[in-house]
């Protein structure tokens, strides 16, 4: 095979073996400031996370030309290709693992500490993909803080490729017998359909559940084996030429695709799916077009020294940024300044030098290792078995915090008594506050959702109709229906306390993300929109079919509609929910509306985790936490006797303030949730309103 750059026509993507091309290099530079430049900025650089996609054609691209070189024809070939995997990858993984375990314990607040140890374990063992993919669908753990190691997850794939690639090139290779024209046609061909199953199933993944799509290992196996493909159409036809002119426009065509995925693609793009086959072409076109040297070509400044120095320590940039970033955030308060992020970029290309040579190289080169394969899987057991072990230690930590705060709830309750919880607000003379004590705490605030979550109450994203009975549930006085997303399902606590004294049957309807509405809630898939409508619909009829003496309903809204701009949402959605209350009231079913609660948009737990000293600080405006209510709106666009609507947000802020504690309870539990504890403590609050809706 002849030497790349040897003469103005070589042959497309040619790689000799043990040949370093400078613009794969390059490309590998390219892809890890996009993603670096993409975590630092991402309302700027909104498709930057496209540079994952083009390390995997690269990964692809040169993990099949060596395999193709020297197809495995036993399993000690396939031992000795994982072998070289686990010298090039597992030394600086494990490292980065291992210092971010130790870093996060220090510096992260208690409540991410537990969930640090999970994501260093999925990490280590190279499952970290699919961990996010469960998270991705858990409406709960999906809004749970970014982890320092969730860039982990493309390792994962690709480990998870490098496990089954071996075997399918040996048997494409014994399939293809001795012929030399059909070596080469039977491993591209079915490398070709390989890629095209895998592409179905990515585009169909995606625009069904595309949040667990975008992490899972079946929809981004095609992507590298794109790179593949490219591999193995060059050994096909080797002898295919073209001219400097043509390789540097076929270039240039791929990185232009890779800057429009780039400038177009965002936080909505469904992803990957059909959109990734725009940056995953424009590596493979840029890989196919070769090392041409004419100034005209992209390689004149890939091959320049700073690219290839990034391009060599690509790798370890991608596993220092990410940590570095959190991390970073976390002890900055929240936000970076420009210098901080210039420091961070800094810190990640020092640390990734520092780590190639005194780490990678020598691993991945030293003859210690390279001439004896059995001791390569003893020291890679050796070291996962510690990382297992280590990541364990965040888990021990938080366990023993858990225990420290449980033992000081009764103490927290004793000193609140009288003015716990909404009783601070409501009572006068009662202090908002005292102390930093606080129930549940910090840690302890992912136990205190309502019962309707663990009992799995809330519909998923099938949006099939479920429900859960609460309270009295034989011979009830009175029957309610608790109807809405997951701001209806916070007021249950309140209801339960209340039911037992009034003979009431609570009955739930809700569901994740969606409310009862004539408009269309813009979700991420049409399954999605035509689902949350049309569960709507069923509830709304389910409901006034004479079998409640009350629907009692409270919505957040958070999503925009489809097909009205943002700005405009807010009319369009009254209108949705006056459809529905106006539906009630025509059918003879009171409704009781209760005004969304104050939202704060952070992670408040987190945040008083952080601010121990200062948990003040994690409060806000009340202008900012409570925005207007569309149900509100709606409410009085309908002005029927029968549709009641009670506002308590008198009890989560002051005139001015919103308060992340309030009477010694932590108020919210998440972002956007008050939690079952607080909710207990607002029931003698609603108790006049709920008597009054039932005619009590």
Same mark, same amino acid.
């Given at each position: 095979?002849?030497?790349?750059?040897?003469?103005?026509?070589?042959?497309?993507?040619?790689?000799?073996?043990?040949?370093?091309?400078?613009?794969?290099?390059?490309?590998?530079?390219?892809?890890?400031?996009?993603?670096?430049?993409?975590?630092?900025?991402?309302?700027?650089?909104?498709?930057?996370?496209?540079?994952?996609?083009?390390?995997?054609?690269?990964?692809?691209?040169?993990?099949?030309?060596?395999?193709?070189?020297?197809?495995?024809?036993?399993?000690?070939?396939?031992?000795?290709?994982?072998?070289?995997?686990?010298?090039?990858?597992?030394?600086?993984?494990?490292?980065?693992?291992?210092?971010?375990?130790?870093?996060?314990?220090?510096?992260?607040?208690?409540?991410?500490?537990?969930?640090?140890?999970?994501?260093?374990?999925?990490?280590?063992?190279?499952?970290?993909?699919?961990?996010?993919?469960?998270?991705?669908?858990?409406?709960?753990?999906?809004?749970?803080?970014?982890?320092?190691?969730?860039?982990?997850?493309?390792?994962?794939?690709?480990?998870?490729?490098?496990?089954?690639?071996?075997?399918?090139?040996?048997?494409?290779?014994?399939?293809?017998?001795?012929?030399?024209?059909?070596?080469?046609?039977?491993?591209?061909?079915?490398?070709?359909?390989?890629?095209?199953?895998?592409?179905?199933?990515?585009?169909?993944?995606?625009?069904?559940?595309?949040?667990?799509?975008?992490?899972?290992?079946?929809?981004?196996?095609?992507?590298?084996?794109?790179?593949?493909?490219?591999?193995?159409?060059?050994?096909?036809? &080797?002898?295919?030429?073209?001219? =400097? +002119? !043509?390789?540097? *426009?076929? #270039?240039? @065509?791929? $990185? %232009?695709?890779?800057?429009?995925?780039?400038?177009?693609?965002?936080?909505?793009? &469904?992803?990957?799916?059909?959109? =990734? +086959? !725009?940056?995953? *072409?424009? #590596?493979? @076109?840029? $890989? %196919?077009?070769?090392?041409?040297?004419?100034?005209?070509?992209?390689?004149?400044?890939?091959?320049?020294?700073?690219?290839?120095? !990034?391009?060599? *320590?690509?790798?370890?940039?991608?596993?220092?940024?990410?940590?570095?970033?959190?991390?970073?955030?976390?002890?900055?308060?929240?936000?970076?300044?420009?210098?901080?992020?210039?420091?961070?970029?800094?810190?990640?290309?020092?640390?990734?030098?520092?780590?190639?040579?005194?780490?990678?190289?020598?691993?991945?080169?030293?003859?210690?290792?390279?001439?004896?394969?059995?001791?390569?899987?003893?020291?890679?057991?050796?070291?996962?078995?510690?990382?297992?072990?280590?990541?364990?230690?965040?888990?021990?930590?938080?366990?023993?915090?858990?225990?420290?705060?449980?033992?000081?709830?009764?103490?927290?309750?004793?000193?609140?008594?009288?003015?716990?919880?909404?009783?601070?607000?409501?009572?006068?003379?009662?202090?908002?506050?005292?102390?930093?004590?606080?129930?549940?705490?910090?840690?302890?605030?992912?136990?205190?959702?309502?019962?309707?979550?663990?009992?799995?109450?809330?519909?998923?994203?099938?949006?099939?109709?479920?429900?859960?009975?609460?309270?009295?549930?034989?011979?009830?006085?009175?029957?309610?229906?608790?109807?809405?997303?997951?701001?209806?399902?916070?007021?249950?606590?309140?209801?339960?306390?209340?039911?037992?004294?009034?003979?009431?049957?609570?009955?739930?309807?809700?569901?994740?993300?969606?409310?009862?509405?004539?408009?269309?809630?813009?979700?991420?898939?049409?399954?999605?929109?035509?689902?949350?409508?049309?569960?709507?619909?069923?509830?709304?009829?389910?409901?006034?079919?004479?079998?409640?003496?009350?629907?009692?309903?409270?919505?957040?809204?958070?999503?925009?509609?489809?097909?009205?701009?943002?700005?405009?949402?807010?009319?369009?959605?009254?209108?949705?929910?006056?459809?529905?209350?106006?539906?009630?009231?025509?059918?003879?079913?009171?409704?009781?509306?209760?005004?969304?609660?104050?939202?704060?948009?952070?992670?408040?737990?987190?945040?008083?985790?952080?601010?121990?000293?200062?948990?003040?600080?994690?409060?806000?405006?009340?202008?900012?936490?409570?925005?207007?209510?569309?149900?509100?709106?709606?409410?009085?666009?309908?002005?029927?006797?029968?549709?009641?609507?009670?506002?308590?947000?008198?009890?989560?802020?002051?005139?001015?303030?919103?308060?992340?504690?309030?009477?010694?309870?932590?108020?919210?539990?998440?972002?956007?949730?008050?939690?079952?504890?607080?909710?207990?403590?607002?029931?003698?609050?609603?108790?006049?309103?709920?008597?009054?809706?039932?005619?009590?």
């Amino acid at each position: 095979m002849r030497p790349l750059g040897s003469g103005p026509r070589d042959a497309l993507a040619e790689l000799p073996a043990n040949e370093v091309r400078t613009d794969i290099q390059g490309l590998r530079a390219i892809a890890v400031l996009l993603v670096l430049a993409f975590h630092l900025w991402p309302d700027r650089l909104g498709g930057g996370f496209v540079g994952v996609d083009v390390f995997f054609a690269i990964s692809g691209f040169l993990i099949t030309g060596h395999l193709l070189r020297a197809p495995p024809r036993r399993f000690g070939d396939v031992a000795q290709f994982w072998g070289r995997r686990l010298r090039r990858l597992l030394p600086a993984s494990l490292l980065v693992v291992a210092v971010t375990v130790v870093a996060g314990c220090i510096m992260l607040p208690a409540t991410r500490v537990a969930a640090l140890g999970g994501d260093a374990l999925a990490s280590t063992l190279y499952v970290e993909n699919w961990r996010l993919a469960a998270s991705a669908v858990d409406y709960l753990a999906s809004r749970a803080a970014v982890s320092p190691l969730q860039h982990y997850w493309s390792l994962g794939v690709e480990e998870q490729f490098y496990l089954v690639w071996p075997f399918l090139v040996g048997l494409l290779a014994w399939a293809a017998g001795r012929g030399a024209r059909r070596r080469a046609l039977v491993p591209a061909i079915g490398i070709g359909a390989f890629v095209a199953a895998s592409l179905l199933i990515s585009i169909v993944w995606t625009s069904v559940e595309p949040a667990s799509a975008y992490f899972v290992t079946p929809t981004r196996l095609w992507e590298l084996g794109a790179g593949g493909l490219v591999a193995a159409v060059a050994i096909l036809r &080797p002898r295919w030429r073209a001219s =400097a +002119a !043509i390789r540097a *426009a076929v #270039a240039w @065509l791929g $990185i %232009a695709l890779i800057a429009a995925s780039v400038l177009l693609f965002g936080g909505t793009t &469904p992803f990957p799916g059909s959109l =990734a +086959a !725009i940056p995953v *072409a424009g #590596a493979c @076109l840029l $890989i %196919a077009a070769g090392s041409s040297q004419g100034w005209f070509s992209p390689n004149a400044i890939l091959r320049l020294r700073p690219v290839q120095l !990034i391009g060599d *320590a690509s790798y370890a940039i991608y596993l220092w940024h990410f940590p570095i970033i959190v991390l970073a955030t976390y002890a900055a308060g929240g936000q970076l300044t420009v210098m901080q992020k210039a420091a961070i970029v800094v810190a990640c290309l020092v640390l990734a030098q520092l780590t190639r040579v005194f780490v990678e190289d020598p691993v991945r080169t030293g003859r210690w290792l390279r001439l004896r394969l059995p001791r390569t899987y003893v020291l890679a057991g050796v070291a996962t078995v510690l990382l297992v072990a280590l990541s364990f230690v965040p888990t021990l930590q938080a366990q023993a915090q858990n225990a420290r705060d449980a033992a000081l709830r009764e103490q927290v309750v004793a000193a609140n008594a009288g003015c716990f919880g909404a009783e601070a607000l409501a009572v006068a003379g009662c202090a908002v506050t005292t102390g930093s004590a606080m129930t549940p705490a910090p840690t302890q605030a992912g136990e205190d959702y309502a019962d309707a979550y663990a009992d799995g109450c809330l519909a998923d994203k099938r949006f099939s109709v479920v429900t859960c009975e609460y309270g009295t549930t034989k011979d009830p006085s009175y029957r309610v229906a608790l109807v809405g997303n997951s701001h209806a399902a916070q007021w249950l606590p309140a209801l339960q306390e209340l039911a037992g004294q009034r003979g009431i049957s609570i009955t739930t309807f809700l569901a994740v993300g969606c409310m009862p509405t004539s408009a269309r809630i813009a979700l991420d898939t049409q399954a999605g929109i035509d689902g949350c409508h049309d569960w709507g619909q069923k509830v709304v009829e389910e409901t006034n079919a004479g079998s409640f003496d009350l629907v009692v309903t409270s919505i957040g809204s958070v999503f925009d509609l489809v097909g009205v701009p943002h700005a405009d949402s807010y009319e369009a959605e009254v209108a949705g929910y006056a459809s529905v209350l106006s539906a009630w009231a025509a059918a003879g079913t009171p409704v009781l509306v209760i005004r969304d609660t104050p939202i704060p948009g952070f992670d408040v737990p987190d945040c008083v985790a952080a601010h121990a000293s200062a948990t003040a600080s994690c409060g806000g405006a009340r202008s900012d936490w409570a925005p207007p209510d569309p149900m509100v709106g709606a409410v009085a666009e309908v002005a029927d006797p029968d549709v009641r609507l009670v506002d308590l947000n008198y009890l989560f802020c002051s005139p001015d303030e919103c308060f992340p504690i309030i009477g010694g309870v932590l108020v919210y539990i998440d972002s956007l949730h008050f939690g079952a504890t607080f909710s207990r403590s607002i029931a003698p609050y609603l108790a006049p309103e709920l008597d009054a809706a039932l005619g009590r």
